[in-house]
């Protein structure tokens, strides 16, 4: 059966690895701002929508991480709707939305003040960092002082939007003045903090002082807000007579989808968390101790996010809670036939416990994680596939990945979710070059490449017709 869709691979040339990652956004005003590296890029917003000569309407985005499916569809006079959980991306998007109504004068003025002033000094017991577990000793005890200092001086700045975004600017180096990076499961440190594990030493290289880091921060900002003059932040022309609007919906989709009006939007542009075992709010755990989260908010946050990681449990309780509240059940009944029959995901799951049996997974909850993330997936197609309207499309950004040598076909089951929840499987683009294995697979089982992906997904009209005369 998936053989159907296999028949929709095909390479495109003018996708990258840069344009399908944060990657093209190092240079782009204002996206740079902040390193959200699970993101997509700009440039890969204005491709599709252009390229594919969808006319302006509503965009939606259920996992809006960062928000450069809303800003870059916005620039091309784009209403947009965007839905994420994780708090670091709602605080990126609102500091951005901050930036387009601050006053450039007075931003560069406040910047100036406090950055001429001792930050140590500052430093109050009150502004400490409050750290969670995981990050405790993230930072020297200098940088420490000069964070503290900062944010004090930050509360005595009595204009909304400057304040925002000059927290945002501390927000943003966080990880830049600390000892550890990002590294998808975890957060690596630095061999000079006092949280070096054994093994392989790891070196980040140079850490900058607080001072140095903010100081570049503050400049990048003033130079983007300054070269726009007065237009809107990030426009590349003068806005059109209507130019929309951004609205962002703070939660999980799977609560928030079921409520959105039939056929409301015309294309969702986006990319899930992949099935990788990532764990954003471990490899964001600064931001969200900067956020006032608790160790007790991060592990209730971790479960109510998409399941991704091990240590997801499944939500097969909250989704019949959500379908009665929206008094959805029969949807949900419908859901669930359409995700139990399966045959692909039932084949890899069987081949998934078999080896967990036999203790061939460096995991044993790897199988419940593949079938909570695609149960799960299942849920968000379905509804996408409601919200759109006739002839609209999903464009969906997604990775294959592979479990004890198991490669999971993620684009070819998602697809057949799609086809039987009314889509049109239009295109499983996939770049050129896909992704390497782990090197801890490659010892076991080679060298393969995984397919990185963007899914072209359309709704045709006549479900739409159908629905309006009643025969759906």
């Not at 919906?249 to 969702?268: A, F, K, N, T, Y």
């Amino acid at each position: 059966m998936l053989g159907t869709y296999q028949s929709r691979i095909s390479v495109n040339p003018r996708l990258d690895r840069s344009l399908v990652s944060f990657q093209a956004n190092k240079g782009e005003p204002v996206y740079r701002w902040f390193k959200y590296k699970e993101g997509f890029s700009s440039a890969l917003v204005r491709y599709l929508l252009n390229g594919l000569g969808l006319r302006p309407g509503v965009l939606l985005d259920p996992f809006a991480g960062a928000g450069a499916a809303l800003f870059a569809s916005h620039e091309l006079a784009w209403s947009a709707v965007g839905i994420e959980l994780l708090p670091v991306g709602t605080y990126v998007i609102e500091a951005r939305l901050a930036a387009e109504l601050v006053n450039p004068p007075a931003f560069t003025r406040q910047a100036g003040i406090i950055i001429s002033k001792d930050l140590c000094k500052g430093f109050t017991q009150h502004h400490a960092f409050r750290h969670i577990a995981i990050t405790e000793g993230a930072f020297p005890p200098e940088t420490e002082k000069e964070i503290g200092g900062y944010l004090r001086y930050c509360e005595e700045v009595h204009n909304v939007h400057v304040q925002r975004l000059l927290r945002f600017a501390c927000f943003a180096v966080l990880e830049e003045v600390s000892y550890t990076r990002k590294d998808g499961q975890y957060l690596r440190w630095d061999a000079r903090s006092n949280r070096a594990n054994g093994g392989k030493k790891f070196n980040k290289g140079q850490i900058p002082t607080f001072r140095e880091a903010i100081t570049r921060k503050l400049q990048e900002m003033r130079d983007d807000i300054d070269r726009r003059g007065g237009q809107r932040l990030g426009l590349l022309s003068p806005p059109p007579a209507s130019t929309g609007y951004i609205d962002i919906r703070r939660g999980s989709c799977l609560d928030i989808l079921p409520g959105l009006p039939d056929e409301s939007v015309e294309v969702v542009l986006t990319s899930p968390p992949y099935c990788n075992r990532y764990d954003y709010t471990r490899t964001y755990a600064l931001e969200l101790a900067f956020l006032g989260y608790s160790d007790e908010d991060v592990k209730r946050l971790r479960q109510a996010m998409l399941s991704c990681t091990v240590e997801n449990r499944e939500k097969s309780a909250e989704l019949m809670d959500i379908y009665s509240r929206h008094r959805a059940l029969r949807r949900f009944s419908q859901i669930e036939r359409v995700y139990h029959r399966q045959p692909a995901l039932s084949e890899v799951l069987g081949c998934l416990d078999r080896q967990r049996q036999a203790g061939q997974l460096n995991n044993p909850n790897i199988t419940r994680m593949v079938r909570n993330y695609f149960h799960e997936m299942s849920y968000v197609i379905a509804e996408l596939g409601r919200v759109l309207r006739p002839a609209g499309k999903i464009l969906m950004v997604n990775d294959n990945v592979r479990y004890g040598g198991q490669e999971v076909p993620v684009d070819l089951i998602l697809s057949d979710f799609a086809a039987h929840f009314g889509l049109e499987v239009e295109h499983i683009w996939t770049l050129r070059r896909g992704k390497g294995n782990s090197s801890q697979q490659m010892g076991s089982h080679g060298r393969s490449e995984l397919r990185k992906c963007v899914y072209v997904w359309r709704k045709p009209e006549t479900i739409g017709r159908r629905r309006k005369e009643g025969t759906d």
